[in-house]
């Protein structure tokens, strides 16, 4: 067994009304608190005023969630996220939207691979400035919401047709649906064509 799957709790044998609570459960709020490392996100107290409160709690005094929100931080690397994640949530496998907007990252890396269901991500405002980043977030087979605009990428001709090649499984990029002919003109020769 490799590191990967100790950390992440099987999706068998759960509660459908946990699971439904989880869904339902406010996100956990660590925007606007100048974290420039996850290393110790244990120890912050998350931010209530937004979503009018935290999240409940469970058995293991973990948060009942299925959102995190890192927006607004100083954060240069997600190094850590995976135990950072282990630590505050009752259930990680069912974690499906992260929020690192308005940070300082130059590259994505492989921290969101181990949420298989994370469906939405906020990486606007950050500083990715190579395309090929996005590909390393193909294996999230669930990913519906992502944002990169404001980030480098997003200002080179065709980018939303270069991350839907990357991404066929996206619905929505920037908060702007993809379109039936975004679809059809997605080819990797057309697409990389006027880079």
């Known amino acids: 067994m490799n590191d990967s799957s100790r950390n992440i709790p099987k999706l068998l044998h759960t509660d459908p009304k ?12 660590y925007s606007s608190k100048n974290l420039r490392t996850l290393n110790k996100l244990i120890n912050e107290t998350p931010l209530s005023v937004r979503v009018h409160g935290v999240p409940d709690r469970g058995i293991n005094k973990k948060f009942i969630c299925g959102a995190i929100w890192l927006n607004n931080n100083n954060l240069t690397s ?20 992260i929020d690192v907007s308005y940070n300082e990252f130059k590259n994505i890396g492989q921290e969101f691979l181990q949420f298989k269901n994370l469906s939405i991500l906020y990486m606007h405002g950050n500083q990715i400035n190579d395309i090929k980043e996005v590909s390393k977030l193909k294996t999230l087979l669930k990913l519906r919401t992502l944002t990169l605009h404001g980030n480098p990428i997003s200002r080179l001709i065709k980018y939303r047709c270069l991350v839907l090649f990357y991404l066929p499984q996206i619905k929505s990029l920037d908060f702007s649906l993809i379109t039936r002919q975004e679809r059809s003109v997605a080819p990797p020769i057309f697409c990389t064509a006027n880079i």
Request: proline share 6%.
């Open 18 to 29: 946990f699971v439904q609570d989880i869904k339902l459960g406010k996100p956990l709020d």
């Open 78 to 97: 997600l190094q850590g996220l995976n135990k950072s994640i282990e630590e505050l949530l009752e259930l990680p496998a069912y974690l499906t939207w």
